[in-house]
């Protein structure tokens, strides 16, 4: 019988790529997927360290699913703790969760497999030695080893109509906020002849849609077999060339500073290439963009979103803000709200800033209380909120080609997305799951849009037709 494998996933996409490699790595020690930790033989938790209290969620979750092993008598069932607080503070949750069985790093989950292994001995010896002590098999790996877990996956042979693929990990830029290059390592990027089987593996698997993901992505500078190196458009126009049942690409998450100009012209004359970029400026002020060490000013961003929409008129952007961070006065945050209201943004993240441990802009001086935070960020998510109100509310009564995803919440209904990544939902066969059909829009829900398909899929391009030019917003 199948054992059960439970995987909970914080953080970035990064983390739902590498959660869905680890169960693929799995699958051959006879563990298959399940959505219910009350079931599981195995737990992992895949963590992220990027803002506070992440690790203190990670020791609470491990509190739950302790109650819930003793609950249902079920002391044997493996736990792993993967990801970046593992990788942050693999040390101290061995110390503190002793029943944790598994502590391993981003870049060590290959070696998974040999882990399961050796806990689940471990266990079985618990079984007929009493004396052992009733722990966990407390076994680390939070290396960055010389050897890349990429060249041990497994070819894709499911896929989502949407899929991830990461090409690009870790980060050298080093902003003074950010934890990710200690926790993901060094900027790596994957070669490209491995990618381009990983993509046509995903297409042959089901995929329609691939979005290529790295920390920095548009940093992506990967080696061909005939020793040349490849920069992401060039990546891209490849991709978009070769596989010609890959509907739609999309890459994430990309940093201003890396946009070169064939990306951009990319935009313009890649049709597969989806015209939603997610381009985080982090705030509008000068002053706190070289305290970040953001390596550009705002004017570079404002040129970049120019050229962008000179390449493609209706390309929609989104955006990461980080408020309150040390030494952000009332006039730099004022900068950030009129670059947010000259710009137009179709959707944004913000957040607080959260000083990290070991990051220079923890021991800044001037951090900004709490209070002016709260109402800083408050002010600016009303502006966001409403911008990305505009922006759905522009696509009522638009015919947008959506990419059909799978089953909506009711019956005879299937969801799918725009080309600006917002969910629409259509009535519509699950036959036609994978297909790209225009659809009108003809409401708004809180969440997603509703349309009606005007050119059934008779004859399936899987391209559709181009998107209708449409304005960023109302
Ligand atoms: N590589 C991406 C971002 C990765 S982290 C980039 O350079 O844009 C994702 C987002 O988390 C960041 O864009 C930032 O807005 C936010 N973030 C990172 N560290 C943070 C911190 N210490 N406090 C608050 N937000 C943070
Ligand atoms: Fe973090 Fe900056 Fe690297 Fe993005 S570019 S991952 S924010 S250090
Ligand atoms: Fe979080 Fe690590 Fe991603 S810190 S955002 S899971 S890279």
């Not at 890459?251 to 201003?256: G, I, Q, V």
Request: glycine letters at 6%.
């Amino acid at each position: 019988m199948a054992k059960k494998l439970f995987i909970k996933t914080y953080g970035c996409q990064m983390n739902v790529y590498d959660s869905a490699r680890m169960a693929e790595l799995l699958a051959p020690l006879g563990y298959a997927p399940t959505e219910d930790a009350g079931e599981a033989d195995m737990v992992i938790l895949n963590t992220c360290h990027i803002r506070e209290k992440a690790s203190e969620k990670v020791f609470s979750e491990l509190g739950r699913l302790r109650a819930d092993r003793r609950e249902r008598g079920a002391e044997d069932v493996i736990v792993a703790v993967a990801g970046c607080v593992a990788q942050a503070e693999g040390a101290e949750i061995i110390r503190r969760a002793p029943d944790v069985d598994i502590v391993l790093g981003p870049q060590t989950y290959h070696r998974l497999p040999e882990m399961v292994a050796r806990a689940t001995r471990a266990h079985a010896a618990k079984q007929w030695r009493s004396d052992l002590p009733a722990r966990g098999a407390g076994l680390l790996d939070t290396e960055f080893p010389a050897e890349s877990k990429f060249d041990f996956l497994p070819l894709a042979s499911e896929s989502p109509v949407s899929a991830f693929l990461a090409i690009q990990e870790g980060c050298d830029k080093f902003c003074t906020f950010c934890v990710v290059p200690y926790t993901r390592g060094a900027e790596f990027s994957r070669p490209v002849a491995r990618i381009l089987d990983e993509a046509r593996a995903l297409v042959a698997a089901g995929a329609r849609e691939i979005t290529l993901l790295g920390q920095n992505v548009n940093a992506y500078h990967g080696e061909a077999d005939d020793g040349s190196t490849w920069s992401l458009a060039r990546l891209v126009r490849a991709l978009a060339d070769r596989i010609p049942d890959l509907a739609r690409i999309r890459y994430t998450t990309s940093h201003p500073r890396d946009m070169d100009d064939d990306l951009i012209a990319a935009h313009g004359d890649v049709p597969a290439l989806m015209p939603f970029l997610h381009l985080p400026v982090q705030s509008g002020s000068d002053r706190v963009l070289e305290a970040m060490n953001r390596q550009h000013g705002v004017d570079l961003y404002r040129r970049i979103v120019e050229k962008l929409r000179a390449a493609r008129s209706d390309i929609a952007f989104s955006s990461d803000f980080i408020i309150g961070f040390p030494g952000e006065s009332a006039k730099d945050f004022a900068a950030t709200m009129a670059l947010v209201n000259e710009v137009e943004f179709a959707m944004a993240y913000s957040f607080k800033y959260s000083p990290r441990p070991g990051t220079p802009a923890a021991s800044m001086d001037l951090q900004v209380p709490e209070a002016e935070q709260d109402q800083r960020l408050q002010e600016l998510q009303a502006v966001l909120n409403a911008q990305q109100q505009d922006f759905n509310r522009a696509a009522l009564g638009r015919v947008l080609p959506v990419l059909l995803e799978k089953p909506g919440r009711r019956d005879g209904q299937l969801v799918g997305k725009s080309p600006y990544a917002q969910a629409v939902h259509v009535e519509a066969a699950p036959g036609e799951i994978g297909r790209v059909v225009e659809a009108r829009i003809t409401d708004l829900g809180r969440f997603s849009l509703r349309g009606e398909i005007e050119i059934p899929p008779a004859n399936f391009s899987p391209r559709g037709q181009e998107a209708p030019l449409m304005e960023a917003s109302a």
